[in-house]
């Protein structure tokens, strides 16, 4: 508020200014005319006046009004003092000549009323309505005092000259003073309209400015990025977004800048499409924009305003979407599946074990079937996985122990690994608790563990971590495999993505899907000085939603964590 209150009252002070100017350039002019015409074509002396003080009250009227012309230039404040000053000297300049050019008779008695029209130009009405008022008194004081001898005449000057008869002097105290009545009511009313059109203007300024200032607030306030491009497509004007966006340092970075180092636009001047962005740095970056004329008020094309946003959490989500859509299809998949393949393999199961225990075989055909029923293990399990994926569902959240799943898990993965000669080991907080599934964090430390092992040479060790921080649990699987490659890490927790050679890429999945259930996150980091460390964080949760005794017996109620 008080800025724009500032703003105001310096495009007043500007304006009054101006018009101090206009009145000090119509002093001049009346001066140089009027003054210096009367010195030029009439002969003052032939009527009796003393032409040496004319010629000084021109010197005092440029005098003055130089004087006012370097005060307006060098005051910025107390222009309203200044004008008055202005007003006042006026009215002391055409006092000196009316006195000294016949009092009531003067020619110049006009000038009272330039003065009133000037006090209406730099005033209002009402200082127009005083400034008459004053006229009036300073011209009937000079008209009547030297008609009747009560302020002598200049001392070089007959008094005859300064004393007109009855007559003459009545006409002219009449003509004088309705001249000047009638121009002060006339100022006063122009006064008054240009009060009223000089408030009207500051109104319309302020609302111009309002509207300028939201303008400016709306496109800085822009979240997506906003570039003005000429005829040449070079940037004419950006926002702080799209500096943001593009990684300048400021505004300015982008100003004259070609399109094309950002963009790769096409030639029309309407366009919306998907593409690739490039920053400051030129690393690249997905991104969305939308092109249109950029017109002026009447029409005129001057170019085109470019609108973009970065996509790349929207291609985050999108790929998200994808891999739920490929999640919902494996579902469907899996359970139509199921029927069709696990009882087939039951009954192959059987037959071949109750072949492989018959007496006629040899054991080189015993070493056959136990492979086969290896592979039909293997194929019961790849489905059971596929079912896991498929039909996995929110997280049932209990509070419970973690080190004893974890333990659990290195035990169950170390029977399943007897014959891999890798290093297993579990290191639990005993005081960690949390609020999640048991079953399906169980199922999180079996893939990645098994993972570990898979991707474990040999003699290598797996590292099981269990910990908490202030915002969530943290379950930390390390490994000293080869590590995970830079080009696969977006990949990673696709289904059916693999770097294995008998494997389907489903681990990986089914781990991320049970993660997202938790509200949680997985990422895979190096593990110094090789190997990968895959960390899981889960967020606390402030109550219980569901109890399972089997594996803890949780407070009553919905106690919070401790």
């Keep these: 508020m008080s800025a724009a209150r500032s703003s105001e009252r310096g495009s007043d002070d500007a304006i009054l200014a101006g018009r101090l100017q206009l009145a000090l350039l119509g002093r001049l002019v009346l001066a140089t005319i009027v003054l210096g015409g009367t010195l030029l074509f009439a002969n003052l002396a032939a009527h009796g006046f003393t032409s040496q003080a004319v010629y000084g009250l021109i010197v005092a009227a440029y005098a003055a009004s130089a004087a006012n012309a370097v005060a307006i230039t060098r005051t910025q404040t107390r222009l309203a003092r200044l004008a008055a000053m202005q007003i006042g000297t006026d009215l002391v300049l055409t006092s000196g000549l009316v006195y000294l050019t016949g009092g009531a008779q003067s020619g110049f008695a006009f000038l009272f009323g330039a003065s009133v029209l000037a006090t209406a130009l730099v005033g209002s009405g009402r200082s127009a309505t005083f400034v008459a008022g004053v006229t009036l008194v300073l011209y009937g004081s000079i008209a009547l005092g030297l008609a009747n001898g009560g ?16 007559a003459d002097l009545a006409t002219a105290l009449l003509r004088n003073l309705v001249g000047l009545v009638v121009v002060g009511g006339l100022a006063a009313t122009l006064g008054d309209r240009l009060q009223q059109t000089r408030t009207e203007l500051a109104r319309v300024a302020r609302s111009a400015a309002g509207y300028a200032q939201l303008n400016e607030d709306v496109v800085r306030s822009l979240a997506s990025g906003l570039l003005t491009l000429d005829a040449a497509d070079r940037v004419m004007s950006a926002n702080p977004a799209a500096a943001t966006i593009l990684g300048a340092d400021d505004v300015d970075a982008l100003i004259e800048q070609p399109i094309t ?31 249109a004329p950029l017109r002026s008020a009447d029409g005129t094309e001057q170019g ?97 122990p973690l080190g004893p799943i974890a333990r659990e898990v290195i035990e169950l993965a170390r029977r399943g690994a007897s014959d891999v000669s890798v290093e297993l080991e579990v290191v639990p907080d005993e005081r960690v608790t949390g609020v999640v599934d048991p079953q399906q964090i169980r199922q999180v430390l079996w893939n990645l563990v098994r993972n570990a092992i898979q991707f474990s040479p040999p003699k290598g060790s797996v590292r099981v971590r269990v910990s908490r921080d202030e915002q969530a649990l943290v379950l930390e699987v390390s490994d000293e495999g080869p590590g995970v490659a830079e080009a696969d890490r977006e990949r990673l927790f696709d289904m059916f993505f693999t770097r294995r050679r008998r494997g389907l890429g489903l681990g990986l999945a089914l781990t991320k899907q049970i993660v997202d259930a938790h509200q949680g996150e997985i990422v895979a980091l190096p593990n110094e000085p090789r190997g990968s460390i895959f960390r899981v964080r889960i967020p606390h949760e402030v109550t219980l939603r569901t109890s399972d005794p089997r594996i803890f017996d949780p407070p009553s109620g919905d106690a919070p964590l401790t």
């Design 151 to 166: 302020l002598p005449g200049p001392p070089d000057q007959p008094p005859e000259s300064y004393a007109p008869a009855g």
């Design 304 to 400: 085109s305003l470019l609108i973009f946003q970065d996509l790349t959490e929207l291609m985050g989500l999108r790929r998200k979407a994808e891999r739920a859509d490929r999640l919902a299809v494996l579902g469907s998949l899996a359970a139509g599946l199921a029927h069709e393949i696990r009882n087939p393999l039951g009954s192959i199961s059987g037959s071949v074990e109750l072949v492989r225990d018959g007496a006629a075989l040899d054991e080189e055909d015993r070493t056959l079937l136990d492979s086969v029923l290896k592979e039909t293990d293997r194929l019961n399990e790849l489905v059971t996985t596929m079912l896991e994926v498929g039909r996995a569902g929110p997280a049932e959240r209990v509070q419970v």
């Design 261 to 291: 180092r950002y963009f790769d636009v096409s030639s029309s001047k309407t366009d919306r499409r998907e593409g690739l962005g490039r920053r400051q740095d030129a690393t690249t970056f997905p991104v969305g924009y939308t092109r």
